[in-house]
């Protein structure tokens, strides 16, 4: 309560620096990911964005979040940690998979922003190089879409561009 209090006594002018600070993350890290011809969720207020990376064949977000780690640099969080195994629309009765979501929360640095951007610039480049090289065996794909983890079994992570730390759960 005394939180809210205390929130409520800030001039109207903290509120105004905060809303531009936050519309130009949103701005730069968005304008690059358009730049790339990713497919994102706009964000109407949220400080994170959904890039969907299902032309990537991905089915299962935890590794592709793993690998996207490993071979581009740049850490972020499976889309499926925020719902249930199956995101229900409208009357329940249908549903869609949300395992092709990955998170990126742009609340950074314009230095840090800037640098995953540059990293991510080659993702296409990348992930079509490395499906190249494992054709015969198919294992990025293999990877991306074998195993489908209960929630209660999905590793732990933190929120953040160019880090990803995950523990046992």
Not at 35 to 44: A, I, K, R
Not at 127 to 147: F, G, P
């Amino acid at each position: 309560m005394e939180a809210a209090t205390v929130g409520l006594c800030f001039p109207d002018s903290y509120y105004a620096e905060l809303q531009a600070h936050y519309t130009h993350m949103k701005q730069l890290f968005c304008d690059g990911l358009k730049q790339f011809g990713l497919t994102f969720t706009d964000p109407q207020g949220a400080y994170y964005v959904l890039l969907d990376v299902s032309k990537y064949g991905v089915k299962d977000d935890l590794h592709f979040c793993e690998w996207l780690a490993e071979h581009v640099g740049v850490g972020t969080v499976p889309g499926s940690c925020f719902f249930r195994e199956r995101l229900r629309v409208g009357d329940g009765t249908s549903g869609m998979d949300v395992h092709h979501l990955i998170r990126f929360h742009f609340a950074k640095r314009d230095d840090t922003l800037n640098a995953a951007l540059d990293r991510l610039s080659e993702l296409d480049r990348k992930a079509k190089d490395y499906l190249t090289q494992h054709t015969h065996t198919n294992q990025m794909r293999r990877t991306l879409q074998e195993v489908q983890y209960p929630m209660r079994h999905r590793p732990a992570y933190t929120c953040g561009i160019c880090r990803i730390s995950g523990s046992a759960a």
